[in-house]
């Protein structure tokens, strides 16, 4: 069966009669003994930018679960040091060197050549195709308002503060930053595309905190921008959306094939308010911490709320947590391939 047929692919086109496809956001990661058997040996960025071990820890869940998907191992800042902004990851989420705290500091991020300095990732999707053939792949980037948070605020933050003083303090260069960030996320995404990725997604991480004025300019019109000018890789777009709620009808005109939809919308909701658009999504993750009846019974409940299983991919609502029991994932995907 090629990719096309596959049930992951036939959902993102809305056209999927079988089983319904799952996959799982940090699927390859810390929950995993597997992975963390390979993460004893390597640092975060060595085990990114190594092609052999993207490819390994790619298949350990794969292999595990029987998941209908498998996404690139690496990160969405991995375009930063490239660009002039060193990023480390210590315990505790990623911190970088110099945050950008003015209309001056902007000047010292540059465009770069994407295939030079990032050829670790295409030969990661290249490991990947080569040990799973039959899967499909997704690639992925974080949105340019979610990279611009971590650029200007320089570490995670609850509200990215920082972030959203800045845009409004200085509107001209924060274009200019979009602008770099989103020409380099566009090129980044085809090199995923053209190595080997039968999907891509963008990970909308922190536009979420935004207005709905704001949301549109500065989520939803560059993300826009990146997914227009794939049209023609012809490979299904998603867009994860971290609170999509107040911006649903903003995000049903995005220039993409599904919507990932947060654990706090009702998901069959959703579907209704994105027409013609496949949903992604959306169980709790701290579901997975309780009994596995529970966890059967609240993924049953989300499969039978939809009207158009058609173009259904189950998700959890949110990455999955370290230390989330390997059977309650188990007991999630048995009971999503077991509802038709």
């Known amino acids: 069966m090629g990719i096309e047929q596959s049930s992951f692919i036939k959902a993102c086109r809305g056209k999927n009669e079988g089983r319904i496809p799952v996959w799982v956001m940090r699927q390859a990661g810390r929950y995993l003994p597997e992975y963390r058997a390979v993460r004893e040996k390597v640092s975060f960025l060595e085990l990114c930018r190594t092609p052999e071990l993207i490819a390994e820890v790619v298949r350990q869940p794969i292999d595990r679960f029987g998941l209908d998907a498998g996404i690139l191992f690496s990160d969405i800042l991995t375009i930063l040091e490239p660009m002039g902004a060193p990023v480390s990851f210590p315990e505790g989420g990623p911190r970088l060197e110099n945050p950008i705290d003015s209309p001056e500091a902007v000047k010292w991020l540059h465009d770069f050549d994407i295939e030079k300095e990032l050829a670790f990732v295409p030969e990661g999707i290249r490991k990947i195709k080569e040990i799973l053939p039959d899967l499909p792949l997704i690639g992925f980037a974080g949105s340019p308002f979610t990279v611009s948070c971590y650029l200007i605020e320089g570490k995670g933050s609850k509200a990215f503060d920082k972030a959203k003083r800045f845009i409004h303090a200085y509107p001209k260069t924060a274009a200019e930053l979009f ?70 009808d903003l995000v049903s005109g995005v220039n993409c094939e599904v919507v990932g939809v947060d654990y706090r919308m009702d998901l069959a909701d959703a579907q209704r308010k994105l027409p013609g658009k496949s949903v992604q999504g959306n169980l709790d993750p701290a579901v997975l911490f309780g009994p596995l009846e529970l966890v059967a019974a609240k993924t049953q409940m989300i499969l039978e709320s939809i009207d158009d299983p058609n173009r259904l991919i189950f998700n959890l609502g949110h990455g999955i947590q370290p230390g989330a029991p390997v059977e309650a994932v188990e007991m999630l995907v048995k009971t999503v391939h077991e509802f038709r």
């Open 179 to 248: 602008e770099l960030v989103s020409s380099v996320t566009e090129r980044y995404l085809r090199m995923q595309i053209e190595a080997g990725a039968d999907a891509v997604q963008l990970f909308e991480s922190w536009g979420g905190t935004l207005s709905r004025d704001d949301f549109l300019r500065w989520s939803v019109q560059p993300t826009n921008r990146i997914f227009t000018a794939l049209n023609e890789s012809k490979v299904p777009r998603i867009l994860f959306v971290n609170n999509l709620a107040p911006y649903t």
